[in-house]
């Protein structure tokens, strides 16, 4: 028999509260364009790395300065994500983050030294982490609060960055380099323009848990924990791809042009999981995702290994929908069904901290494992991923006992 996810009584309780409501219909939409303006500017990232160039930076101080928000999500997101539910502050904590963001961006084109601009990412990075987990802390409350669809609020995220690369790109030629900090920063504040139409937090549900908010009592929920460990792992296993993966294939002799295609694949499929994912799953367990996932992940990295050619190449982008299943969905699926809203800021943050600390384990060691050969660097990821299964099968070994 299928497993289903947990029933009403094992879920948080939650009581609307009384007053003026939102149609949710009307909610979704406007959480659906507060990910299509909050993630216009990812795109515009990848291109980062030209920048600090362009300024002077070298390979080593780029790498350094790329890695650190990976870093120091690891400190920073959890307090900042649970004071916001503790507080009901989680949709005026996206305005202050995307603002304050957009300010540091400003400094950028002022700081002409390695140390100016180690400090100017500190300080951006610290703000920055916590857009996305309390972005989607946000869109949990309205999936409770509505019975609202996950997926389909998450995916306008991923249109947008799939708009956003190729806008970026003529921006760039038309602007030049130079103006990457101020393109981002403007487009940092689009959210600011849809938060206002959006109900705070605090009013969506009427929570009647007396916990604290701290993300120290997620803890508490071994199940829960065996699921954001896992995700983490699955995660972690796109490691390597992510650092290596357009330099092997510009290595295969594959032009610029077809390697951004191959990412937009990866992209599209990540859109086509988070629309049809949850209508799909139906009631079952969600872990049924992660499980799924950790065995397409492991079969696209053992093809990797190999150096396909580029039809099997395409093949293993479309592959990437099932990453995101299990890595990102599942995750959500399981805090909206267990966690009590003033704990969901608190339970994101803590996966956020968990993601960062096995990407930054999985990308400063994947630079010695590509060193052994692609088809090392690449099975090792598969283990990785087939490492997750023991830990999400000890969540059901606990629900059984």
Not at 15 to 41: C, D, E, M, N
Not at 219 to 224: C, G, I
Not at 347 to 363: C, D, E, N, P, R
Request: hydrophobic share 55%; proline share 5%; net charge positive.
């Amino acid at each position: 028999m299928a497993a289903t996810i947990p029933e009403p009584q094992q879920m948080a309780h939650t009581t609307q509260l009384p007053g003026k409501r939102i149609a949710g219909r009307q909610l979704a939409t406007g959480v659906s364009l507060l990910y299509l303006a909050l993630y216009f500017h990812f795109g515009f990232f990848a291109w980062m790395p030209v920048w600090l160039k362009d300024a002077g930076s070298s390979a080593t101080e780029i790498g350094t300065l790329i890695s650190i928000p990976l870093i120091l999500r690891i400190l920073t997101v959890a307090p900042f994500a649970a004071w916001c539910g503790r507080h009901g502050r989680v949709r005026n904590g996206i305005a202050l983050t995307v603002f304050s963001a957009a300010v540091v961006l400003v400094f950028f084109p002022q700081a002409t030294t390695h140390w100016s601009r180690l400090a100017l990412f500190l300080v951006f990075s610290i703000i920055w982490d916590q857009i996305p987990v309390l972005m989607d802390a946000y869109a949990i409350l309205t999936v409770r609060s509505r019975k609202l669809d996950f997926g389909r609020l998450r995916v306008w995220g991923s249109i947008a960055v799939i708009a956003s690369s190729g806008l970026a790109g003529w921006v760039i030629e038309k602007l030049g380099i130079k103006s990457l900090p101020w393109a981002i920063a403007v487009l940092l504040l689009f959210p600011l323009a849809i938060l206002p139409l959006l109900p705070r937090d605090s009013t969506l549900v009427h929570e009647s848990s007396h916990g604290s908010g701290s993300w120290c009592e997620i803890f508490r929920d071994r199940t829960l924990m065996s699921v954001l460990i896992t995700a983490s792992l699955l995660m972690g296993s796109s490691g390597v791809i992510t650092g290596f993966g357009s330099i092997q294939w510009k290595s295969a002799g594959i032009h610029e042009s077809t390697i951004g295609i191959l990412n937009a694949i990866s992209v599209s499929s990540e859109i086509v999981i988070f629309t049809f994912g949850a209508k799909l799953l139906g009631k079952r367990d969600p872990r049924i995702m992660m499980v799924i996932g950790a065995l397409f992940s492991a079969l696209r990295w053992a093809i990797m290994a190999t150096s396909p050619a580029l039809p099997m190449l395409v093949f293993a982008q479309i592959l990437q929908c099932f990453l995101v299943a299990g890595a990102l969905l599942a995750p959500v699926l399981m805090i909206a069904s267990r966690v009590e809203d003033i704990l969901v800021p608190s339970a994101q943050g803590l996966y956020a901290v968990l993601l960062g600390a096995t990407l930054a384990a999985v990308i400063a060691g994947s630079g010695w494992l590509w060193q052994l050969g692609p088809a090392k660097a690449y099975l090792a990821m598969a283990v990785l991923a087939l490492l997750s299964l023991p830990v999400l099968a000890s969540s059901w070994r606990r629900a059984a006992a």
